[in-house]
């Protein structure tokens, strides 16, 4: 891996995993463009990193916010995309907003694809030019394996996203582009409410350092597997999902009380906050 000829657009990078892939990645000499939705973090982000990096303020849940995006990342040759930004949902389908639904399918499903179209033919110019490949890494979640009660959109952003990159590695597999799907479990960062954090706990969840998350990361790229689940026994859990999902079904169902207790208690938190705007 020659990590010193790598330009990276790296979405989400002020979040917990992307502020440890950019530190992890800039430690290696990558350059990097880092896009989120807030200037300030995104510069303190950069301030404390080694090397010098760019970053990119830019919604990509809009049209107008993905344009910057592809326009800064040509202007900038990138030779790696990782689209790693994304939003949570932690409700009954009942209780979900439109809006709620809308913005995660956006953000998480439709934002990477379009934005993997559209740098597309950066990245197999990219892959031409130098001697190593160019890559696309996709960060998804053991729940883009897994269905979880209480994230039913969420999973569906993520199998959706999980679908997208199997189907493009294997239509890229003559190509110079490195495809590959990167699927974290729990980590502690903010993406999870207290409640969503709460119900781990009592479910007995392991949760992961963004560090060892982003570790995880650089150790996929470095072996080039195409496909990685951080963590046992998730990733177990995630072929015997595949093969027998009826066993996966029955353990589930036992922790549907636990589950409902904590999604009851973000529903309050959630009508507390309302209540006290309006
Ligand atoms: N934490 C976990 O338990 C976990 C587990 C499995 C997979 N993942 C996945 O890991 C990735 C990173 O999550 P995280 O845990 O680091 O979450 P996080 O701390 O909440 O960070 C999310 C990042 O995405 C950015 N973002 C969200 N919506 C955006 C939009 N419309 N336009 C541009 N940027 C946007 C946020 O930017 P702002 O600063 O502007 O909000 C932030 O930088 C996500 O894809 C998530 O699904 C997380």
New binding site residues.
């Given amino acids: 891996m020659q990590w010193q000829q790598q330009t990276c657009l790296l979405?989400?990078?002020?979040?917990?995993?992307?502020q440890a892939i950019a530190k992890a990645l800039a430690n290696k000499g990558v350059s990097l463009i880092l896009?989120?939705?807030?200037e300030s973090?995104l510069q303190e982000l950069s301030n404390s990193l080694s090397g010098e990096h760019k970053i990119l303020v830019?919604?990509?849940?809009t049209l107008q916010?993905r344009e910057k995006t592809c326009l800064v990342a040509e202007l900038n040759a990138i030779s790696m995309l990782i689209n790693?930004?994304?939003?949570?949902q932690f409700s009954l389908l009942e209780d979900t907003e439109e809006t709620v639904i809308v913005d995660t399918l956006e953000?998480?499903l439709l934002a990477p694809i379009l934005l993997t179209q559209e740098l597309l033919p950066l990245l197999q110019k990219a892959g031409l030019q130098q001697p190593a490949p160019s890559y696309l890494v996709n960060?998804?979640?053991?729940f883009g394996s897994i269905g979880f009660a209480g994230q039913s959109i969420y999973c569906a952003s993520?199998f959706g996203l999980r679908g997208f990159t199997e189907a493009l590695y294997r239509e890229l597999a003559d190509t110079n582009v490195h495809v590959s799907y990167f699927?974290?479990?729990?980590?502690a960062?903010?993406?999870?409410s207290d409640q969503a954090m709460a119900m781990n706990k009592a479910l007995g969840n392991n949760v992961d350092s963004?560090e060892s998350v982003a570790n995880a990361l650089i150790q996929q790229l470095e072996t080039g597997h195409a496909r990685q689940f951080v963590g046992f026994p998730e990733k177990l859990f995630v072929k015997i999902n595949g093969a027998f999902p009826h066993i996966v079904d029955k353990a589930l169902f036992k922790k549907l009380p636990i589950i409902k207790r904590f999604l009851r208690r973000e529903k309050d938190v959630e009508q507390t906050a309302q209540e006290a705007l309006s």
């Fill in positions: 979405t989400g990078a002020t979040g917990g995993i992307g896009q989120g939705r807030s973090r830019a919604d990509i849940s916010g790693n930004a994304g939003v949570g953000t998480n960060v998804g979640s053991t993520k699927a974290p479990r729990a980590t960062t903010s993406i999870n963004p």
